[in-house]
């Protein structure tokens, strides 16, 4: 799929798009804590963090580290490339990761909360982001089309993510040959805002990507993980869940 074709509007048409067809989960238990269609992937073995503000803290401060900078440096933006922003909340990343890619990229912010795009929709249209296009996911699936993305954001939202492993499966296909997904996030229990680096490790590593960078950055609050598809993509039902630290070695079992 070339990178112009997912559905890229002028001033952020937003997409809210209805759940998809369930597939996978016939003869599955029923579990009123998850999903349906997260059903056919093991349940995550650790606590998540209740969704936090989107103003992780404010611009003005973020800016004053540096932190985007620093970070689009580190992922390697450039004009021209197509990169997806999920759990973009206020759009922090979304707006400077527009201007980073210019008029011949693109960039889709996404995110689970209707309210947050909302807000996000009119800021687009306010500061004139053509390259900008927004979507609804879903909690165990980001949604987002094949084949058509250089880098994929999670910027201190994948310990809010409840479904893990159904998240990042679905996620890996939108890679295009060579993409890269982004993670940055603090080490500390999920349940207080944060990831373990193992925990992280082990969970993309089940879901079929190799860890290609970390570093500790005081600057970004935390550490950037970077990671890229491995070569074969294990099926839902051959992926072994990971353990917290404190619960166990965050291996899979």
């Known amino acids: ?70 970070v689009m440096d580190l992922a390697q933006i450039e004009s021209g490339m197509t990169v997806a922003d999920i759990g973009a909340g206020e759009g922090y990343y979304t707006v400077r990761l527009a201007e980073r890619v210019g008029a011949e990229g693109r960039v889709l912010a996404q995110d689970i909360d209707r309210q947050a795009l909302r807000r996000l929709g009119a800021r ?11 979507k609804l996911g879903a909690e165990d699936d980001p949604r987002l089309p094949e084949a058509s ?20 499966w679905r996620l890996r296909p939108a890679l295009h040959p060579g993409g890269k997904v982004i993670v940055v996030d603090v080490d500390r229990p999920t349940d207080r805002h944060g990831i373990p680096p193992t925990l992280l490790f082990c969970e993309f590593s089940a879901t079929g990507f190799r860890l290609t960078e970390f570093v500790r950055k005081p600057d970004l609050q935390g550490y950037y993980a970077q ?13 072994k869940p990971c353990q917290q630290p404190g619960n166990g070695d965050a291996n899979g079992k």
Not at 227 to 235: D, H, L
């Open 1 to 70: 799929m070339d990178r112009m074709q997912f559905a890229m509007r002028p001033l952020a048409c937003i997409l809210l798009i209805a759940a998809l067809p369930l597939s996978g989960c016939q003869g599955r238990t029923a579990d009123p804590d998850r999903p349906e269609s997260a059903l056919a992937f093991p349940k995550p073995d650790r606590p998540v963090s209740e969704l936090g503000a989107n103003q992780f803290s404010t611009e003005t401060e973020r800016d004053s580290v540096n932190e985007a900078q620093t």
């Open 124 to 134: 687009v249209e306010r500061e004139r982001l053509d390259n900008v296009s927004i």
């Open 149 to 168: 993305f250089d880098r994929v954001f999670l910027v201190h939202m994948y310990h809010e993510v409840a479904e893990p492993y159904a998240f990042l």
């Open 227 to 239: 990671f890229e598809a491995a070569e074969e993509q294990p099926a839902p039902s051959e992926i």
